[in-house]
């Protein structure tokens, strides 16, 4: 299957400070990538649709200012949370499609994001 | 219309039993199911995945049931292994969505030995 790297694994913050978390394709171009938010013991929510050379299209109640994303290349998405807080702490995951595979959607590893 | 109901929420099966994770959904225009395994602090992996046009669908141990009129799907796991403990999202989209799934809620299998 497809490889969707992402980094760090996990990442630890002082309230206030801003955050990068990269998810990269390695073996497929991925024109569209997808970021969504996990809370512990819950289900994947989607937060954002991240398309190459275009801006990103945020879901209902994403704030689009605290979360930037950025997707420069074909095999690349950045996400960046804004002067976080401890409310943003959670398990943010990236995914991309792999137009090779059809429909089928791959996910990243994970970042596991605690704000002090 | 967009939501995909799972269930049950938890399930524990002993090694060697099948386990039987249930998903429901509405949006008639979905026509891709997949299902994802999720390990604790890893990101979610395709397991397996079945279009409409087919009933059932099977890859080793793991066989999804597809009931179109009823709007139903299944995923069967077969002589569960302590491996398989993991949470498993039930998922759906329609094609054209550039894959953009609606996930179930989850079930957390534990298998015992």
């Known amino acids: 299957g497809a490889v969707v790297s992402q980094h760090p694994s996990w990442v630890i913050c002082k309230s206030g400070t801003s955050v990068k978390i990269e998810c990269r394709s390695l073996?497929?171009?991925?024109?569209?990538m997808f970021w969504y938010r996990q809370f512990p013991k819950q289900s994947l929510m989607l937060m954002a649709t991240?398309?190459?050379?275009?801006?990103?299209?945020?879901e209902q109640g994403v704030e689009k200012d605290k979360f930037l994303i950025n997707h420069a290349s074909l095999t690349l998405s950045t996400l960046t949370v804004t002067s976080a807080h401890p409310e943003d702490s959670s398990f943010y995951i990236c995914?991309?499609?792999?137009?090779?595979?059809?429909?089928?959607?791959?996910f990243g590893s994970g970042t596991q994001l605690s704000v002090l | 219309q967009q939501q995909v109901k799972q269930s049950p929420q938890s399930l524990i099966v002993q090694k060697g039993g099948i386990s039987i994770i249930n998903c429901a959904y509405e949006?008639?225009?979905?026509?891709?199911f997949p299902w994802y395994q999720q390990f604790p602090g890893k990101g979610p992996a395709l397991l397996i995945a079945?279009?409409?046009?087919?009933s059932e669908k099977k890859e080793g141990r793991f066989t999804i049931s597809f009931n179109k009129s009823a709007k139903q799907f299944s995923l069967h796991i077969m002589d569960s292994q302590p491996g398989d403990s993991a949470t498993y999202f039930c998922?759906?989209?329609?094609?054209?969505?550039?894959?953009?799934?609606?996930f179930g809620t989850g079930t957390r299998l534990q298998v015992t030995l």
């Open positions: 995914s991309a499609i792999d137009g090779g595979q059809g429909e089928k959607l791959f």
């Open positions: 073996d497929f171009q991925a024109t569209t």
């Open positions: 991240s398309n190459e050379g275009s801006k990103a299209t945020y």
């Open positions: 949006n008639t225009a979905f026509d891709y």
């Open positions: 079945i279009r409409p046009d087919v």
């Open positions: 998922a759906a989209t329609a094609t054209g969505t550039a894959s953009k799934l609606t």
